[in-house]
């Protein structure tokens, strides 16, 4: 899922500053009484079961190519769908078949299921209570969306047991919420066993608030069937609340589902479509999706679709009319991020590709991923130079492997979606479009890496990276935190230690983890076993400690080199010596500092007055360290960082120090003369 | 009266008063100026620029003036009023008294003497931006200067191109307000000559501007080019060269417009 645009957020952050300044004024005036204010702390930063990454098993260098990689899932659920949609409620009717084999070592008598569209039912929910500031999904729906399951059987064979009073509702501290139920069955299921649940159940979809819904013919449907939770080796679920920040998590699965909608409506779906049968005035669409851990589509009257092969992979494209121009660059954004990801991290598995670019009224709808299917937005008309829609095309389309193929548990670790995406996403867009990737006017690019480590730095030490999307303060922190800083940690990785390494790190644990449910252990022990223990404790720092690092040059000088004048004691005797006598040589030093707790090796570069260079490789230990050499000219200048490799240095003023002097009154003359001319072009008759 | 009596009898009031208008808009350029050249100014000479590919330098430019001109920003308006204090009341004073054909007496003249609000209308929409897009065309030569040290000519091409654009915009929209002036005038019989001579010498100097914004933005990019490929690096220098430069593409923009107003004079005697 894509964060909010730069200018959003710092609309956003104006509007809470003035809102925080109205609020405490009034707070000041009132002495209302009631209750004392409540504090709420964020839970500490080590998520439930995180162990020492050292323990994890190494993978191996057999991953760093695709030929050891899983070539199909351990499919845990067989699902089949049928969904008949009710255009002019904008409601679901459906049947669910769940063929759903235990998964864990231990028997499992307690199922969960998620009932994400109850996040849209009414004003009580946790997502709609959230308090977390402006932004994406925080506008109330005009239209109520929720989830009712009718009824819930369990199949064996002939005989068919009714569940539905063993389904309730559970939101530990919740009990308004009904996003989450228990599902509690009569007897375990013993490990590798299997059980058939048949449920009914009809989805209203709330107007477009965020990722799901619908606008006037168009229906996003996502999140829209009762969810069985994922069931980890433990036997435990990974279930919870749905909240506003919350992404998913799922086992993999085979679906088989058929939609039924008007004839005339734009169909696209995750998989592959196997079948059409048309009926009264109605068309039934039939898709099959394998090896995946989730089923989403759109049914959407109006729509203009278009089909190409690209990369190998036949790829759906479904937008508005008049989109011609965005359409096109989102093909070329296609053609290199499959190619692209495909080599880093493991060729695309599937067959197909669905593209939804939503219409301008459910942009929420937009900057979503699915397996298979993902969704993109922005105008029909944006000039090429401004790379919006080719970088959302790209964060999307990287989401299929973040998730869609390594699936991460994106409610208590996003950054590991979020935050790798975005990194990944930097360095195919780079691919795409070079230095600029965002932006990219003739002579001035600015790349997404430089808006990912301003947006990094504005939230850098307000809390750690590594944080449940249920425990995050503000919808902004979640964004800069999550996205910008994970992606401006990971690029001072590579910088630090060599691209090659965090590439060949990084594609070791996606291709080893491929259908799998890995975690940041995984991440961390993928990083030491491909570029050693610093790396991956400096990672451990970023993440989980609220890592930060500011690179300065405190002082630097040149010291003419000379025979010592003074008084000696020698064999033959005391001597006195009192000329000097100059060699020429001089002894240039500089003391340059690493503030802060991330420690990352860096260069230093010191320009001499003669115009010759001279990089050292400091290992960046220690709080300083003082770099001397002799040479025959003097220092002229010392630079730390010269190609900017730690993106997450915190400022670059203080990372040169330049040694001439008598410039600064010239200097300044310059900008007066500057400043001037801007002066009496404004006040001039 | 005819112009060159009102030039003559108050050319020493006027520049005392352009002087202290031009030292007032100078308070919050020079700031600005600074604090966005500050993070430049900071590396070696020619190390490193705000243009740089990939934009990581830029961005810290704006994400430290940003830092910087919020404590600016906090004396804005007073700064603003004392500069529209001493710029626009006093300019306004003196052209209300000479019917000297400044923006808002000009406007006032033809108020009474036209009578026809739209076109009139128009014509402020077209002289307020005009000044929108003097203002831009500032700012691009102001992003000019402190680029100037990139060892590339690719960006600086970039905002030459923008300033002389934005410059000419600016004097164009002019241009075509005051001949629209004149034409909606001559076709007033209720108009005076005086006022239709002072009028034609406005057009005339509009097209002056043209001229000299094209001479201001030549000798800036001309210069601009120039200190990047023959000296790459500044040295103290390069950065008087540079300064010179400036004020000599200033000294000529000056006298773009004092040629054009003798000219306007003569015409109008
Ligand atoms: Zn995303």
Redesign the pocket.
Known sequence: ???RAAAELVAAALASMLALGWAGRVAGEGGHGGAAPTLTEPPPALPPGFAPYREVAPLGPAFDTDDAMPREAALVHHTRLVARLDEARHAIVGTETIAWTNPASVPVRELYLHLYLNAFKNERTAFLRSRLGDGRGSKMPREWGYADVKSVTLVDGDARRDLRDALERHSPGDPEDETDLRLTLPDAVAPGAAIVLELTFESKLPDVVERTGWAGGFHMVAQWFPKLARVRPDGSSSHFTFQRLSEFDADFGEYDVTIDAPAGYVIGATGKRISERATAGRVETRYAARDVHDFAFTAWSGAVESRARIAGVDVHLIAPPRHEGVIARTRAALATGLECYGRRFGRYPYETLTVVHPPPDAEEAG?M?YPTLITTGGPSLSPGAVKLTEALTM??LG?QWFYGLVATDEHREPFL??GL??WAEQGCMRELAGDGSALALPGVTVSVEALHRIGALSAGRDDVIARSSADAATAGHYARLV?SRTAALMSSLAGAYGPDVVERAVGRYTRGHRFGHPDARHLLAALDEVGGSELAEAARVGLFERGWIDLAVVDAGTVPRRSPKGVFDREGGRETVTTMDASGDHDVWAVVARRGSLELPVDVELGLADGTRRRVRWEGRGPWVRVTAVSRSPLAWVVVDPDHAIALDERLDDNALALSRGAPPLRLLERLTHAGAAATLLTLP | MRLRDELARCGSGMSLLLAVAWLAALAPSLPLGLSLGASVAAWPGGELTLGEPGGVLLLEALRSSARELAVAARLGPAWLCAAALVTVVPQGALAAQLAWPIRLPLLLALATATRRLPSLLAIAAAHLLSRVALVAAAVFFATMTTIVTSSRAGELVVFAIFAVVAAAIACALRLVADVAVVRALRADVGAGDALLDALGALSLRAFSEVLGAAALGAVTFGGAVWLAHEIGARTPAEAAVSATLRAGSLAALVAARAVALGVAARSAT
Do not use: F
């Open positions: 899922m894509r964060a900057g991923e964060h999307e989401h979606d979020e995406n975005s996205y």
